[in-house]
């Protein structure tokens, strides 16, 4: 279908800088706790709680949507609350958290941010454009698949390596999911590659952190939705680093980091780990072996 194909040659970008205007002047206006703390009563496709700004939030990127349907684009969306909307093709699939870190949001803390990402097949393989942008930091990210990597329209560097501490072990790494039982559970292997963590509470923000180069890997203790990871993944390869999917890396296959065996679905398939290196990639997994 000629509107599917021409659905990536879309202006995501402008699509993705209008969403954010809309976003800021909603959490603008929402600055009280008990304002964001408000609940619809209801529950989104992922499972969760639906919070007002949830629901408000999505209607913001929705109506950026809706625009590029009119306009003749076709697509089908997938969002964290409202689950899968038919824009007229199953060809292109747009993948979106409206506030990726909503926990935080709804506390007035930082690293609370919109992801957005564009993708021409049915996995994670098949992203070819992924947006974040971070309220907490005013931080804007984004990637093109075989065109790099940006922050605030910058390039990043792909030659950015990993530190270590004079232990041997990653200096920094992001953990994410940190319900206190997990952490139990992983804290041995987590020992013995990290010298330091940091929670922030936002996958999509974590793993931004290690296409920086600012954090040398992150890991989710469980699995994560598409909508939670899909265009920070492809921003982290972008930038040079490497990202699996553990739970989904087929055995002896090409696809050694899972992504084409995730599905662009809101079912929590896999946790995700990434890192500036495979040889930190493959460390940081034996958490979740």
Sequence with gaps: MEGSRTALEADWLACCRAAVRELRAMLDAVSGIGERVRETGTRGEGGDRTLVIDERAEACVFAQLDALHAAGHRFTALSEERGVVDYGSDAVRVVIDPIDGSL????LMGAHALSVAVAAGPTMADVVFGYVYDFGADEEWHARRGGGACLDGRPLDPAVGERRGRSGRLELVGIEQADPRLVARA??????QAERLRALGAIAVTMCQVAAGRMDG??????CRAVDAAAAQLIVREAGGVVAFPARAGVGAADEHGLAHTPLDVEPRSPVVAARTRASLRALATVHA
């Design 187 to 192: 804290v041995g292997h987590l020992e013995e």
């Design 218 to 223: 992150m890991l989710s203790l469980k699995g």
């Design 104 to 107: 935080n949001a709804k506390r």
